[in-house]
């Protein structure tokens, strides 16, 4: 029995971490100003943020932009792209689409997606993901709330961040904060010419761990300049069906940011 117990352990050590996932929402640029020509690029991916794995993503339930009070509509809008792991050895699918500045003001654009089965968590993962953009310099709207099942309010301004600011927000799960809600954050690892890739040196390193306060407030201050993804996970008070099975559906509450060096 001993020898059991002891070989159940050597596995356990031995097995790979889970990665985290992160929905992403990333814009062309966090700023719009009169000289930008007013159309954004938004690309939307289930991705490993830091490791730079991509995940298949099917068609998005949801997408949308909420600007000054009023949600937009905008999934028959998204087209379906393909990109390559870095490795070159495989392919996948996410969703692209262009958006027309209007008129200034906050724009925070947000997916729902489809369900993603994960076997080697036995569960389906839904992160509802988050990004605010601040158009033609009026700064009103970035801390309203979507009204999604689980969402991070950000109580620092999301936009024209330096590296090393701390970033301060609030989790929900269905309108009310979550005390003491873990919050994951990945920096995206991805860089034109591959130069600046940063390596971790071990898995501790990959995923940065905070755990918010009594009032779901959590804050981290961001090390490099570049998109900063925040992740608080949460289970769904119901299932899905898999193969006729009943399973469990964890969802997420995911932001993300960008900062600048000074210079």
């Given at each position: 029995m001993?020898?059991?117990?002891?070989?159940?352990?050597?596995?356990?050590?031995l097995?790979?971490?889970?990665?985290?996932?992160?929905?992403?929402?990333i814009?062309?640029?966090?700023?719009?100003?009169?000289?930008?020509?007013?159309?954004?690029?938004l690309?939307?991916?289930?991705?490993?943020?830091?490791?730079r794995?991509?995940?298949?993503?099917?068609?998005?339930?949801?997408?949308?932009?909420?600007?000054?009070?009023?949600?937009?509509?905008?999934?028959?809008?998204?087209?379906?792209?393909?990109?390559?792991?870095?490795?070159?050895?495989?392919?996948?699918?996410?969703?692209i689409?262009?958006?027309?500045?209007?008129?200034?003001?906050?724009?925070?654009?947000?997916?729902?997606?489809?369900?993603?089965?994960?076997?080697?968590?036995?569960?389906?993962?839904?992160?509802?993901?988050?990004?605010?953009?601040?158009?033609?310099?009026?700064?009103?709207?970035?801390?309203?709330?979507v009204?999604?099942?689980?969402?991070?309010?950000?109580?620092?301004?999301?936009?024209?961040?330096?590296?090393?600011?701390?970033?301060?927000?609030?989790?929900?799960?269905?309108?009310?904060?979550?005390?003491?809600a873990?919050?994951?954050?990945?920096?995206?690892?991805?860089?034109?010419?591959?130069?600046?890739?940063?390596?971790?040196?071990?898995?501790?390193f990959?995923?940065?761990?905070?755990?918010?306060?009594?009032?779901?407030?959590?804050?981290?201050?961001?090390?490099?300049?570049?998109?900063?993804?925040?992740?608080?996970?949460?289970?769904?008070?119901?299932?899905?069906?898999h193969?006729?099975?009943?399973?469990?559906?964890?969802?997420?509450?995911?932001?993300?940011?960008?900062?600048?060096?000074?210079?």
């Amino acid at each position: 029995m001993r020898f059991i117990v002891l070989c159940l352990g050597l596995l356990l050590f031995l097995a790979p971490a889970v990665d985290a996932h992160f929905g992403t929402i990333i814009p062309s640029d966090d700023i719009v100003t009169q000289d930008d020509g007013k159309t954004l690029t938004l690309q939307v991916k289930f991705i490993h943020p830091m490791e730079r794995h991509y995940m298949e993503m099917a068609k998005p339930q949801q997408f949308g932009a909420l600007h000054s009070g009023r949600k937009t509509d905008l999934l028959e809008t998204l087209q379906a792209s393909k990109g390559s792991s870095p490795d070159q050895l495989e392919t996948f699918t996410f969703w692209i689409t262009d958006y027309k500045i209007r008129r200034p003001g906050d724009y925070t654009f947000f997916v729902a997606p489809t369900p993603y089965w994960e076997p080697a968590e036995d569960l389906f993962i839904v992160h509802y993901a988050k990004v605010c953009v601040n158009a033609l310099g009026l700064e009103t709207g970035w801390d309203q709330p979507v009204g999604l099942e689980t969402e991070i309010i950000p109580m620092t301004r999301p936009y024209g961040l330096w590296t090393g600011n701390l970033f301060t927000g609030q989790v929900l799960l269905k309108g009310q904060p979550v005390p003491f809600a873990e919050v994951e954050i990945e920096y995206l690892n991805e860089s034109a010419d591959n130069i600046s890739i940063i390596h971790p040196p071990s898995d501790p390193f990959v995923t940065q761990v905070v755990k918010a306060d009594s009032n779901g407030v959590f804050s981290y201050a961001m090390p490099k300049s570049g998109w900063w993804g925040f992740s608080a996970l949460s289970e769904a008070d119901w299932t899905l069906k898999h193969e006729g099975e009943e399973k469990n559906v964890e969802i997420g509450a995911v932001y993300w940011v960008h900062t600048r060096d000074m210079r």
